[in-house]
Every structure is written in C-alpha cells, then in structure tokens.
C-alpha cells in the first residue's frame, strides 16, 4: 500500500502543511508515500509533470490518493498517469 499526497505549492519535496500530520502518520507506520503536485495538474493541465517525482514500480501496488479535490477530469488524468507507474488506485475511491 502506497499513500499518495500532495506537495507544497512552493516546495515540491515536502508535503502539504495540511496534510503534513496525516503524511508523518503514514510514515511511522512504515506505509510507503509518494508526492504529487497538485498546481501542475490543475492550473497547468500537466500530469507528467505532477507525477515526475513518483518512480516506477515493477508489479502494480495498490494506493490511495489523500490529497485536494479535484475535477473528474484531473482524477481521471491522474489515475491513467499513475496506472502507468504501475499505482493502482480505485476510481471509486475520491
């Protein structure tokens, strides 16, 4: 299992302040996190560049994404960008 947050807006390799208790949560229980950014996605329309920082896996893993709300279009761009890094995570789980 792989948690999937969202970064800071000006600070891409840390996680959102709002989300920051939530993410260390994660952390000290040995789950797996992962950083998006947000903004490129849904002020830039730019999913390859929202998810640049999260890396490949080899076998598909199951993930959740706990981050802002969004439009069904950027859901649905950001669960097919990370299909292809082999993340799965349920289209029913927003």
């Known amino acids: 299992m792989i948690v999937i947050f969202c ?5 891409t390799t840390h996680v ?3 989300y920051k208790r939530e993410f260390d949560t994660v952390i000290e229980l040995g789950i797996k996190a992962e950083l998006i950014n947000y903004e ?3 002020s830039f329309d ?3 560049k929202a998810t640049k920082t999260i890396k490949k ?3 598909l893993e199951d993930a959740i994404y706990r981050g802002w709300m969004m439009k069904p279009y950027y859901y649905d761009k950001l ?3 990370l299909l292809e ?3 799965s995570i349920s289209k029913y789980s927003r």
């Open 7 to 11: 970064s800071a807006p000006f600070d």
């Open 16 to 18: 959102d302040i709002d």
């Open 40 to 42: 490129e996605l849904v």
């Open 46 to 48: 730019n999913v390859t």
């Open 57 to 59: 896996l080899e076998h």
């Open 79 to 81: 669960y097919h960008a």
């Open 85 to 87: 890094k082999k993340y």
